[in-house]
């Protein structure tokens, strides 16, 4: 059973490019979480959806940064006209989403490393 | 609003040794999960141990135990025995039914473990 893969492992763009960053969740979640990392530092919510919907984007800047979880497909987090402060990791994580939310193990992808130069 | 503190940035350990790690929360949700993650220097990040709000008895998973302290709201982490590979940053995290699940993390302490 695959873990959550995320792809790409790293990525480089430069002030103003466009970043996409892919997670395919375990086999059988449905439920995804977005995650960034910025140095030394822990994780920070980005925003939460479920299949075709955004749960809680609580965690998102207003602006440049979107997330979406299609019907088919993996989740894609994008962050449109990237800057030097947007390089960190980013992380994605799944759950099932079978019973209580609070015992629900997140389990994680092996993060995107994002560099703006 | 919830929180997660870890107060230790760093810690030394040696080999075969136990260490624990510290971490107390915050959280006016009376439900509520807590959980370790280990980050090794790959980067990753790999589920320890969980602890429930209303689990009576602490979480044991191997190695690693969690103390598990409600009323002064502290769920510290210990490593038995500790081993080279043990030597990782780890993380302390909490989630609620109040936050929807998501989680909520400490900023971590790096555990260096000592031949």
């Known amino acids: 059973n695959a873990g959550v893969m995320q792809n790409p492992r790293h990525l480089v763009r430069r002030r103003g490019q466009e970043a996409r960053l892919r997670c395919s969740p375990m086999?059988?979640?449905?439920?995804v979480y977005w995650y960034r990392q910025l140095p030394e530092e822990g994780l920070k919510f980005m925003v939460y959806?479920?299949?075709?919907?955004?749960?809680?984007e609580s965690g998102m800047p207003k602006e440049r940064f979107s997330a979406e979880f299609p019907k088919e497909g993996p989740s894609i987090l994008r962050i449109q006209q990237v800057v030097r402060g947007d390089s960190a990791a980013y992380f994605c994580?799944?759950?099932?989403?079978?019973?209580?939310?609070?015992?629900?193990?997140?389990?994680f992808g092996p993060g995107t490393r994002l560099l703006v130069l | 609003a919830q929180k997660i503190t870890q107060t230790q940035p760093g810690m030394f350990v040696q080999e075969k040794e136990a260490v624990t790690l510290d971490c107390t929360y915050d959280?006016?949700?009376?439900?509520?999960?807590l959980f370790w993650y280990k980050q090794p220097s790959s980067g990753e990040m790999i589920f320890l141990i969980y602890?429930?709000?209303?689990?009576?008895q602490n979480a044991t998973e191997g190695r690693y135990s969690l103390n598990f302290q409600k009323a002064r709201k502290s769920a510290n982490l210990v490593i038995s025995a500790s081993q080279l590979g043990d030597s990782a940053m780890y993380f302390c995290?909490?989630?609620?039914?109040?936050?929807?699940?998501?989680?909520?993390f400490g900023d971590g302490t790096t555990l260096t473990v000592k031949p």
């Open positions: 994580a799944s759950s099932p989403r079978t019973g209580s939310l609070t015992s629900e193990t997140q389990y």
């Open positions: 086999k059988g979640h449905s439920h």
């Open positions: 959806l479920q299949k075709e919907n955004i749960i809680d």
């Open positions: 959280t006016s949700d009376p439900s509520y999960g």
């Open positions: 602890q429930g709000s209303y689990d009576q």
């Open positions: 995290a909490m989630s609620s039914n109040t936050n929807a699940g998501k989680s909520t």
